[in-house]
């Protein structure tokens, strides 16, 4: 009680965040369950071994989808500059008090406050809660959460909606420069972030749930395919374990591995040569 307390009036007066992103957070948690730091690490080392062979300090990362920005501070770890991308003004703040406020120097983030689709325009954003991970603009998402009491423990109510701008990944690319990377995690509205793009990136992932969105994981892969030839896939079920399949496949096999996969969640990884880094 007195915990939440504490963590309610440090959000209130918008310290909480920042203290997640500090040394004290990691001495915390190094000597209340070190675990955390430990997987925090593994997963780092993840992204560093995945983007190894083009990755340079200071490129440019897409967190589409940044929620409160657990994968902006591993992208900033590996010492990218990042563009961090969500429709919640909850969010929004959290991101902002995490790596921008209260700072001497500001860490190389950009928050852009808008929702990413195959075009701008304006959408429904369904609000399970503020700041919740699981908001989405995927009507499909919503409805099966309605009704699913198995994959969180409850049914969600997404009782609240509002609209919220949107725009594509070409527009992203267009206005910040071309990313090394582009991390989506849209909760079911992936094809649609999926369609906005117009060229090819070095690396992108995408999250899937499964079996619900199989279909829709099938299509962001076809999109990707369409993308460039030369594109390969592998996926990860926990990036702090690694990727799951021994080498990167092609996208007619891929995509047969892919039907067979029953894990309720993966993410999907897809790597091309791509367009060079100076581009942008």
């Not at 996926?235 to 990167?248: E, M, N, Q, T």
Request: charged residues 30%; hydrophobic residues 40%; contains cysteine.
């Amino acid at each position: 009680m007195i915990k939440r307390s504490i963590q309610s009036l440090l959000t209130q007066i918008g310290l909480y965040n920042r203290l997640k992103a500090s040394c004290f957070y990691d001495l915390y948690w190094r000597i209340a369950d070190s675990r955390i730091i430990d997987r925090r690490s593994r997963e780092i080392q993840f992204y560093r071994n995945l983007l190894l062979e083009e990755f340079q300090d200071d490129d440019l990362i897409f967190d589409i989808g940044a929620n409160h920005g657990s994968k902006t501070d591993i992208f900033l770890r590996l010492g990218a500059r990042v563009l961090a991308v969500d429709p919640d003004e909850a969010n929004q703040e959290a991101l902002k008090d995490k790596f921008l406020k209260y700072r001497w120097t500001q860490k190389p983030v950009t928050v852009v406050g808008r929702a990413v689709s195959d075009r701008s325009g304006i959408h429904k954003l369904w609000i399970d809660e503020p700041g919740s991970a699981k908001n989405t603009l995927s009507q499909k998402w919503v409805d099966t959460l309605r009704h699913d009491e198995g994959r969180f423990g409850h049914r969600l109510s997404f009782a609240q909606h509002k609209e919220v701008e949107s725009i594509s990944l070409e527009e992203l690319i267009v206005a910040y420069g071309s990313p090394v990377f582009v991390k989506i995690d849209v909760e079911g509205y992936e094809p649609h972030v999926l369609r906005g793009l117009k060229r090819p990136v070095p690396f992108l992932s995408f999250e899937v749930n499964l079996p619900e969105f199989k279909q829709e994981g099938l299509e962001c892969i076809e999109l990707l395919g369409s993308l460039a030839a030369d594109g390969k896939f592998n996926y990860s079920v926990d990036c702090a374990k690694g990727l799951v399949l021994d080498r990167w496949r092609a996208l007619r096999e891929f995509r047969e591995l892919f039907g067979s996969c029953s894990e309720s969640s993966l993410e999907v990884f897809w790597k091309t040569t791509g367009p060079s880094l100076s581009q942008g």
